[in-house]
């Protein structure tokens, strides 16, 4: 069965810090792989997608993800972290069986000044 | 940002009174989705819609019900709504952007059942 964990339920980073969120995948063969952020009382945005090629998938706000086969992982990470990503952050994979996606938990991330 | 609206945005009802709440799309996609948002559970899918009139259940589907109509439009009701079904609703629909299947989501719909 497909499924979808992310280890950290919530992190802290300071304000330009590096961030890197995990996120690890069940499924038997080449999964659609995103990331999607959601701020407080708001739905929630993609960031970025995977579907094939280069393993190293740019999105928006200065995000970007590696997927990695051998560890069933597609890990988000920005380089330098600001205030305004604070929100949750949810891995998903989809378009298996039936155009199902099945999302993480999420992981909550907190910036300090 | 993909054109779709829930409504209402905010609900507060009683126990055992139905509930309907309403998906309306405008980019024409085929899949349409009802998941619900609980903390620590994410997001469960409740059920979908690969085309008119042609639904199915997902994980949560019991004391819910779908319909889908029309193309643009994907309605869950709740047949009598009990506390254990107060959460933030969020529709979804997925299509294709040269050939890679992608989810978008609504702005929700918080519901609170006394």
């Given amino acids: ?113 | 940002d993909a054109g779709i609206t829930q409504s209402p945005r905010h609900k507060v009802t009683e126990t055992g009174t139905p509930v309907t709440l309403r998906c309306h799309q405008t980019e024409n996609h085929r899949y349409m989705y009802w998941y619900r948002q609980d903390p620590g559970h994410g997001l469960r899918l409740i059920h979908y819609s690969y085309g008119v009139k042609d639904t199915d259940k997902g994980e949560v589907s019991d004391g819910y019900s779908v319909s889908r109509s029309k193309t643009e439009d994907f309605l869950l009701t709740l047949e009598s709504a009990t506390s254990s079904q107060t959460s933030v609703y969020f529709c979804a629909i997925s299509g294709t952007s040269g050939g890679q299947e992608t989810q978008y989501f609504g702005p929700g719909t918080r519901l609170l059942v006394l």
């Fill in chain 1, 1 to 113: 069965a497909q499924s979808v964990t992310q280890p950290d339920i919530h992190i802290t980073v300071s304000e330009g810090a590096s961030l890197e969120l995990r996120c690890n995948y069940s499924y038997g063969a080449t999964p659609y792989l995103f990331w999607y952020v959601q701020s407080p009382g708001q739905g929630l945005q993609l960031l970025l997608k995977y579907f094939s090629g280069d393993t190293l998938v740019q999105g928006i706000k200065g995000f970007e993800a590696e997927f990695k086969r051998s560890q069933s992982s597609f890990n988000l990470r920005k380089p330098s972290v600001h205030w305004s990503d604070a929100a949750e952050y949810f891995c998903a994979v989809g378009g298996v069986t039936g155009n199902q996606f099945y999302f993480g938990t999420g992981t909550s991330l907190t910036v300090i000044p």
